[in-house]
């Protein structure tokens, strides 16, 4: 009997894409033995201003060059062929009714928009449909932060690391790298972008001479 298919869902503005969300997606792709991971660029997040944002279509192209070479790591625009805003809980049923229901998806994220899970549409929800893959920076785990998270979540809560197995039909859960440090900031590279620095060691060659062409984030 065949295995489902595993993947990733990767979402965020990607304003610009840079080489820490291609760690997580190639750490996850790795640890979790996935088959893809899918970047969802997001067109209308419900926790950001839109209007700060570079344009979608740029956003997507930048991830699309980024994932060129990569064929595990597929851009993808489900968001912006969908009306509205773009809540998780959405993007998590249209992948699943695109890949088929056997899929076993995990949603791949940081520790510190985790902690802001139960602000999101349907939270609880989400759960059912998929796993949660949480990438936390050394240290950043702490009872505090843990305590904003309800009960029945710490309950499915299972600390992996990147010398352990992990399981090979893993249920739904969430599942917590806490040694993952990503210290690269989209704003940040925004910003050496507007003071005229560089930013190759941020960002794909591909992203940056994209920016450089379009004068992306130059007003």
Known sequence: MESAVRVGLLGGTFDPVHNGHLEVAET??????????????????????????????????????????????????????????????????????????????????????????????????????????????????TKDLLGKLPKVFLKKLFPVSRGSDFPETPENGFYLLEEFSNPISSTEIRHQVQVGRSISKWVPASVAEYIHKTKLYLG
């Not at 992948?95 to 549409?121: E, R, V, Y």
């Open 28 to 141: 996850a792709l790795r640890m979790a033995r996935l088959d893809a991971v899918y970047f969802v660029t997001s067109i209308d997040p419900p926790h950001k201003n839109k209007k700060t944002l570079a344009n979608f279509l740029d956003r997507h192209a930048m991830v699309a060059l980024a994932l060129a070479c990569k064929p595990q790591l597929i851009p993808s625009s489900i968001e912006f062929e969908r009306p509205g805003k773009s809540y998780s809980v959405d993007t998590v049923r249209h992948l699943k009714q695109c890949l088929g229901n056997s899929t076993k998806i995990f949603f791949l994220i940081g520790m510190d928009a985790f902690q802001d899970i139960t602000s999101w549409k349907e939270y609880t929800v989400i759960p059912e449909l998929c796993s949660f893959f949480i990438f936390a920076r050394p240290g950043r785990v």
